[in-house]
């Protein structure tokens, strides 16, 4: 699944450089750079994919029938998994470029899925802005974008209180459809229930299948770049300049293969697409890992990489100790409140022999914890010698409750943050090397503001007229475009180019 969304430039130099990348990222992935590692004196107790459950857990549902919960563990575990390991390596490979500064990170899609949500167009429509996004940051950055979908997995939502109360009536918290319920608000659709493990499944299985219809079957053709822009998105700026950054991409287009470059090739007209998903229902992620018959390590094919959070990330607990042993690449959610010492814990535990791409550190802190949190852990990072990719989350940290009672987040809030973290990092000398968005193709308004067609808290385009998510509040595809070229200047300022002429 390749597409070759680096040789975009205009000039002959940009040319060059972008077709040089183009070489080692997406026509030959195992060229990726190999860095010995150090050995690790750290030792570790025995692992295996079910030693979690010797563990307190939390974030876990209670399931009332045992018995049934062991019938649906083994239905999925002699299920055919959902990813493969070779897939697994090839990402960690490309994470591994952007651990050394060599490419740049897109985690993009809802916040949670849900089964009433999906649907063909609903899958096609997140894709697409991601797409859009890669293609403007490729354009900006002059580096490869990974991109990875917060789909075909993300279900499952860590909840802060284990209930909630409506008109007096207290019921366990909804905690993704793979699990209970959000609507009724009863006894019976709020307990967890094991055969919605089996419905996620079906529903990753058929995103996944979408998916990579899409990335291998011309839709992500390199000059198909206009047809991608939808109709609500063209009529805005920020759909103005991605029509002239597209003009100018076709016009190199045209000169590459006016020079004899092949643009029917798998390298112009497919694209490597990766999912990730929060390890968080550790019933499901055991019962679909598996052990790998080449290298014989274990891998979890329910996404290509997993992460924890911070309510999850805790050493000794359950799933701080199923991630230790997945060959899987692993993200870690890093708030203000972690230590340097913390994080450095983490990456003995989780990365002891400090292979690049293993590990994922994704901040989330708001613009002021970046600022006064994030330096000194870099520089512990640094001094230890340790290899991260490291990931701004901005939205995470940005959300409030509206004074019309809807949970929203601030787009200039979430811009803020990431200003802070390509800031942060080039005053350390370490590589911005991604971000991690929750993101919609739809245009939803759940969002307060951004530059074009903003969403207000009243009128037309308030936070009131199409806010439709299951879980927290989601960027629309305008918003998400707009970052998109936030970032790609921040690339450009960090490597002390001139800004975007368009």
């Given amino acids: ?76 575990a002699n299920s055919a998994p959902l990813v493969f390991a070779g897939e697994v390596r090839t990402l960690e490979d490309q994470l591994a470029q952007a651990a050394l500064g060599n490419a740049f990170v897109l985690f993009g899609g809802d916040c949670a899925e849900s089964f009433d949500e999906f649907s063909t167009d609903h899958v096609r429509d997140t894709f697409r802005v991601i797409l859009q996004m890669s293609l403007v940051m490729t354009y900006g950055g002059g580096k490869p974008v990974i991109k990875i979908g917060r789909m075909a997995g993300q279900f499952a939502k860590p909840r802060s209180q284990p ?154 607990f359950a799933h701080f100790e199923f991630v230790r042993g997945i060959a ?19 990456l003995d535990t989780f990365n002891p022999k400090n292979i690049p791409g293993r590990v994922t550190l994704i901040t989330r802190m708001t613009a002021k914890g970046i600022r006064e949190k994030l330096p000194a852990i870099i520089k512990m990072v640094q001094d230890k010698g340790r290899h991260v990719v490291w990931v701004s989350d901005p939205v995470h940290g940005n959300g409030y409750k509206a004074e019309n009672g809807y949970k929203t987040r601030s787009f200039d809030a979430i811009r803020e943050e990431l200003d802070a973290f390509f800031d942060v990092h080039k005053q350390m000398g370490s590589h911005a090397g991604g971000i991690h968005l929750e993101m919609t193709g739809k245009d939803v308004t759940e969002v307060v503001g951004g530059d074009n067609d903003a969403v207000t808290m009243d009128g037309d385009h308030g936070l009131a007229s199409r806010y439709e998510t299951h879980c927290d509040p989601r960027l629309n595809s305008v918003q998400s475009l707009e970052l998109a070229f936030s970032v790609a200047e921040k690339m450009r300022e960090r490597d002390d180019l001139p800004g975007l002429d368009f």
């Fill in 1 to 76: 699944m390749r597409f070759s969304t680096l040789s975009l430039t205009v000039s002959i130099t940009a040319l060059v450089r972008t077709t040089d990348a183009l070489s080692m990222v997406i026509e030959n992935p195992t060229a990726f750079t190999k860095v010995s590692s150090p050995s690790s004196s750290l030792k570790l107790g025995e692992w295996s994919p079910s030693s979690w459950r010797s563990k307190e857990a939390k974030q876990i549902p209670k399931y009332p029938d045992q018995d049934h919960l062991e019938a649906i563990e083994k239905k999925l």
């Fill in 163 to 316: 209930t909630e109360t409506i008109d007096g009536v207290t019921l366990p918290s909804y905690q993704g459809d793979n699990i209970n319920q959000e609507d009724p608000f009863t006894e019976e659709a709020r307990q967890a229930q094991p055969d919605r493990m089996v419905r996620a499944y079906d529903q990753c299985t058929q995103t996944l299948n979408i998916l990579r219809a899409f990335a291998t079957g011309g839709y992500a053709n390199i000059s198909r770049l206009q047809a991608w822009t939808q109709e609500f998105i063209d009529m805005t700026e920020s759909g103005s300049r991605y029509r002239k950054m597209s003009a100018k991409v076709e016009e190199s287009l045209r000169f590459m293969k006016a020079i004899g470059v092949n643009l029917d090739g798998p390298e112009f007209s497919t694209t490597d697409f990766f999912t990730a998903h929060e390890c968080l229902l550790l019933q499901y992620e055991e019962a679909l890992t598996r052990k790998d018959s080449i290298t014989g390590r274990w891998y979890d094919t329910s996404a290509h990489l997993l992460w924890v959070g911070e309510r999850t990330r805790q050493p000794g």
């Fill in 328 to 346: 899987n690449p692993l993200g870690v959610k890093i708030s203000d409140k972690a230590s340097p010492e913390d994080v450095i814990e983490i």
